[in-house]
């Protein structure tokens, strides 16, 4: 799959099938994905779990698990957490008011292998100034199960497209 940003709150991965647009929902080829529950379009799997400010997606994305937060980064239920399983890419919205400790405790949480900060730019720099991370803006991402990190967690900051 291919990510690219279309704007600083909205990312687009496009895989052989499906155009799958993440911006406060999902959106799956011309299919509205708003809320809890379990949906499968264009052989993508997608699992909407409720929390106290938003429904937060589990997308199975060429056999690629992406987490996305479309508001802010929050603490996750332990049942959620174990229902999730394996999260190899993690997608979180950063709000203006966004603290790396909140960010860092999610990741913690899911361990995943791939982080994509998105929103608030400046929330966004501070992150990756206090992770120690690459702040280097690319154009796009290409992913695949074969291609995920083993070792090293890798954060990718994708240039918006607007």
Same mark, same amino acid.
């Given at each position: ?32 994905i708003a809320g809890p529950g379990e ?34 980064? /929050? ?5 959620? %957490?174990?229902?999730? #399983?394996? !999260? +190899?890419? $993690?997608?979180? *919205?950063?709000? @203006? =008011? ?12 899911? /361990? ?5 900060? %998105?929103?608030?730019? #400046?929330? !966004? +720099?501070? $992150?990756?100034? *206090?992770?120690? @991370? =690459? ?17 090293d967690r890798q ?8």
């Amino acid at each position: 799959m291919i990510i690219t940003r279309n704007s600083e709150h909205a990312l687009e991965f496009k895989t052989k099938e499906a155009a799958i647009k993440v911006n406060t929902d999902v959106v799956i080829n011309d299919v509205k994905i708003a809320g809890p529950g379990e949906y499968d379009v264009a052989k993508v799997s997608v699992i909407g779990f409720p929390t106290k400010t938003q429904t937060v997606y589990l997308l199975a994305v060429d056999d690629v698990t992406v987490c996305y937060f479309s508001v802010k980064p /929050e603490k996750l239920a332990t049942d959620v %957490i174990e229902k999730m #399983g394996n !999260v +190899e890419m $993690l997608v979180v *919205t950063l709000c @203006a =008011d966004t603290t790396p400790e909140e960010v860092v405790n999610l990741i913690n949480a899911l /361990e995943p292998n791939v982080v994509m900060p %998105i929103g608030d730019k #400046g929330a !966004v +720099e501070k $992150l990756m100034q *206090t992770s120690g @991370a =690459d702040n280097t803006e690319i154009d796009s991402y290409k992913i695949t199960k074969s291609t995920l990190p083993a070792d090293d967690r890798q954060m990718i900051v994708l240039k918006s497209g607007r």
